[in-house]
DNA sequence: GTCTATAACCTGATAGAC
DNA sequence: GTCTATCAGGTTATAGAC
């Protein structure tokens, strides 16, 4: 009856290299990273990380691959969820985003800078294009709005959660806002973004555009 | 009487550098852009970058300072004016923005993504924090809605402008959608936004989100 | 002002001792 | 597995000819 509870405090060092090139990768970007800096976080010398890791890239495509797939899983389970309505998915995914990007603030704006430079590589496994163009999300959002292009919605609703932390280093370095500030705004948001989205899925715009492009479609 | 007629259709050597170094740093970001990318961009030769700049970080300094001012410049004017309309200065806002965005679509990831190391640097001069926090915007907002930050409505309304190009890389690479529908929807944003920002200040957010703060503002 | 050649430095990766 | 020492290649910056 004896348990043999071994707690493992010691982490691996092949963890400790990860842990360590997922924090500078993230706050420097892949260029400005230089695998001494990774090496001196881990605490360890920059040999290691090539035996346990053959390259930078290879160490880079390992935490990148981790990364997008930390950004953009929060959305596949809630916006193919056939059990909720569309305001359940607005409510998750707006808390989710959040909540999650309050405990990794830099996450987007290093998934998406980096991306810009070769997008395929990282995001041609997940799918992601059929993900959201086939999802139940895009259904519910047509069948409530068939007027608007279900992708303005999904924009607002992501560009709403995900656009004040790409933000956040100017907010805070021109005073626009403190960090307490800042945790308040984004808590508040939680409730405020499906309210906003409920509204706009409410409002009739006005005919207004039709005025402005007289020619055909 | 005879006119002369000056075309200048060379462009100083000090302007094609200059030139080429936006379109490359922009493109690659800060660490990324190799001296001579530029000088091959600009089709001449190395030793000229630091003839008349005197370093790589000099060149990006002054690349830096312009684009910041590119992407921060369109604000001032408008949330100032003190001859509009709380619903003038969105409409002008998510026009301004767009218009200039479709024309510099990399612009945003790149600002967003370099000020991330060294924000005071190149934000300090410009005052953005005074200028957004003391507009008459801001007043005007406050006024309309004073039991909502208003912060919360200029971060949607930049979000929605801005957001929609930090993301479309990813758009574009997944196949969410391409080039034309992109430009698209754009469009259709600039009628969109005001009309949303407008629900926005319209709505009355349930009373719950008085349960949660019960404590003294 | 513009070029070629090269210096001075930095960075990723490896060899080899322990 | 882990370290020190070092190599090989690339990058910024400059010297010096034209």
Chains 1, 2 share one sequence.
Do not use: C
Request: glycine share 2%; no cysteine.
């Amino acid at each position: 009856m004896a348990k043999k509870i071994i707690i493992d405090t010691d982490i691996s060092t092949e963890e400790k290299i990860r842990e360590a090139a997922r924090k500078v990768f993230t706050k420097k970007g892949y260029a400005a990273t230089r695998t001494r800096d990774i090496a001196e976080e881990a605490g360890l010398n920059l040999a290691l990380l090539n035996y346990y890791f053959r390259s930078k890239e290879k160490l880079f495509a390992e935490v990148m691959t981790e990364k997008v797939q930390q950004l953009f899983g929060v959305i596949a389970p809630i916006i193919n969820d056939p059990s909720t309505q569309l305001n359940t998915k607005i409510v998750r995914l707006a808390e989710s985003y959040i909540d999650m990007l309050s405990q990794h603030p830099d996450l987007p704006i290093f998934v998406l800078s980096e991306l810009r430079n070769n997008p395929v590589q990282f995001t041609s496994k997940m799918q992601i294009g059929p993900l959201i163009k086939d999802s139940i999300l895009i259904r519910q959002l047509i069948e409530k709005r068939p007027a608007i292009n279900p992708l303005h919605f999904i924009t607002n609703i992501l560009g709403m959660a995900i656009f004040p932390f790409i933000a956040q280093p100017i907010f805070l370095s021109t005073a626009i806002m403190d960090a307490r500030q800042f945790k308040v705004l984004m808590t508040e948001r939680k409730t405020l973004i499906p309210v906003w989205v409920n509204g706009m899925l409410e409002i009739e715009p006005h005919s207004k555009t039709d005025k402005t492009n007289k020619h055909e479609e």
